[in-house]
């Protein structure tokens, strides 16, 4: 994703089958490869909230900045298709600037992700 001062966001939407390990666990990986220390589930609710579609599935959206090291950081978001069975996953990695310069448009792409009924 390239970014007003130049520098490239790197962008990827998987789909993983069940829980893929919850919330808590997919969230304290994403604060290990910045490298942050594991946050509490009580914790999360500090730097994350929900989110509706349009289509009314509720997401997870949470930002993750180092401040300790601001080139490190992540914009996240986890939709849990439980009917389905799995779990959908948009990360975009970058700089803090760049991940506060992405921050809205990221969110306007999770908020328009529609599912197919199955």
């Given at each position: 994703?390239?970014?007003?001062?130049?520098?490239?966001?790197?962008?990827?939407?998987?789909?993983?089958?069940?829980?893929?390990?919850?919330?808590l666990?997919?969230?304290?990986?994403?604060r290990?490869q910045?490298?942050?220390?594991?946050?509490?589930?009580?914790?999360?609710?500090?730097?994350?909230?929900?989110?509706t579609?349009?289509?009314?599935?509720?997401?997870?959206?949470?930002?993750?900045?180092?401040?300790?090291?601001?080139?490190?950081?992540?914009?996240g978001?986890?939709?849990?298709?439980?009917?389905?069975?799995?779990?959908?996953?948009?990360?975009?990695?970058?700089?803090?600037?760049?991940?506060?310069?992405?921050?809205?448009?990221?969110?306007?792409?999770?908020?328009?992700?529609?599912?197919?009924?199955?």
């Amino acid at each position: 994703i390239p970014l007003s001062t130049g520098e490239t966001g790197d962008f990827s939407l998987v789909r993983l089958g069940g829980a893929a390990g919850g919330v808590l666990a997919n969230i304290n990986r994403w604060r290990g490869q910045i490298g942050l220390e594991h946050a509490t589930i009580e914790e999360v609710a500090e730097f994350s909230h929900m989110h509706t579609t349009s289509q009314g599935r509720q997401f997870l959206h949470a930002t993750l900045i180092n401040e300790a090291n601001p080139d490190s950081s992540i914009l996240g978001a986890i939709f849990q298709v439980q009917e389905s069975d799995f779990v959908l996953f948009a990360k975009l990695t970058a700089s803090a600037a760049g991940v506060q310069e992405a921050n809205e448009s990221f969110e306007a792409f999770c908020n328009s992700i529609n599912f197919k009924e199955l």
